[in-house]
């Protein structure tokens, strides 16, 4: 089992920034975000390994980072140029893997509101 908890979440104006932190535990193979706006399916925001590979959505790419802090099991995603578009419940994944199995954990969500 993994714990996920998160902050950073808030109301933001169009051109602002807002940092995420989620932290884990336990050490996971992989961290990351996803997210869930309204009307919409949940899709990648960004993730990153236990070996550092990133990976992030498209329409973030340029944009958003993502770091961890492996000692402290601890993800953070750091948002630039925020646009209303971006407002969405924003979810923080962890995966652990089990020889050939995947299993996804997930945080509560955090809002996260970009409005003038």
């Known amino acids: 089992q993994v714990q996920l908890v998160e902050s950073g979440g808030g109301l933001v104006q169009p051109g602002g920034s807002l940092r995420l932190s989620c932290a884990a535990s336990?050490?996971?193979?992989?961290l990351g975000w996803y997210r869930q706006g309204p009307g919409k399916e949940r899709e990648l925001v960004a993730t990153?390994?236990?070996?550092?590979?990133?990976n992030y959505g498209d329409s973030v790419k340029g944009r958003f980072t993502i770091s961890r802090d492996y000692a402290k099991n601890t993800v953070f995603l750091q948002m630039n140029s925020l646009k209303p578009e971006d407002t969405a419940v924003y979810y923080c994944?962890?995966?652990?893997?089990?020889?050939?199995?995947?299993?996804?954990?997930w945080g509560q969500g955090t809002q996260v509101t970009v409005s003038s």
């Open positions: 990153i390994t236990s070996g550092g590979t990133t």
């Open positions: 994944n962890a995966v652990l893997l089990y020889g050939r199995d995947r299993r996804d954990y």
């Open positions: 336990r050490s996971v193979f992989s």
